[in-house]
């Protein structure tokens, strides 16, 4: 009896703790398919699907970031913000964003590819904001923004 309910106990605790915003990241080094582990083969063959020429598929080198956020009210719009630092350009912070009608769920997506990966470097920082109407509901940041 005793061991059920700590088994309710967990379930109810690792349920509750669904977090409103998450963020993937892949990076993509080359522009060849690599070898290897199978995950990062699907991801790479996804981020480079309709590229035909070298120029195309250099164009999509990059970073590749996938936001999704769930669990919103619904009842205003959507910002998402992504701040970032790239290897060449100091402390210089480079902002995209993104605006979505009201929605509880949704997902999105930001890249730093072609020349502004190519000429700027990779991106060594950064941190996303989600917003619902004004109000900021959550926050992800890399582990080196400050």
Request: proline fraction near 3%; aromatic fraction near 10%; charge should be positive.
């Amino acid at each position: 009896m005793k061991g059920i309910l700590c088994l309710c106990a967990f379930l109810l605790v690792s349920c509750g703790s669904r977090e409103i915003l998450t963020v993937r990241q892949f990076h993509l080094r080359k522009a060849k398919v690599p070898t290897g582990n199978e995950y990062v083969r699907a991801e790479a063959n996804m981020r480079l699907y309709g590229a035909i020429s070298a120029k195309e598929r250099e164009a999509r080198r990059g970073q590749h970031y996938t936001i999704r956020w769930r669990d919103l009210s619904g009842e205003s719009p959507v910002k998402v913000v992504m701040e970032y630092r790239q290897a060449s350009t100091g402390s210089r912070v480079k902002r995209l964003q993104q605006t979505f009608p009201a929605s509880r769920a949704g997902k999105t997506e930001f890249k730093i590819t072609g020349p502004a990966y190519l000429k700027k470097g990779r991106v060594i920082a950064w941190r996303i904001s989600l917003y619902e109407g004004k109000e900021k509901v959550a926050l992800k940041r890399s582990y080196l923004w400050e």
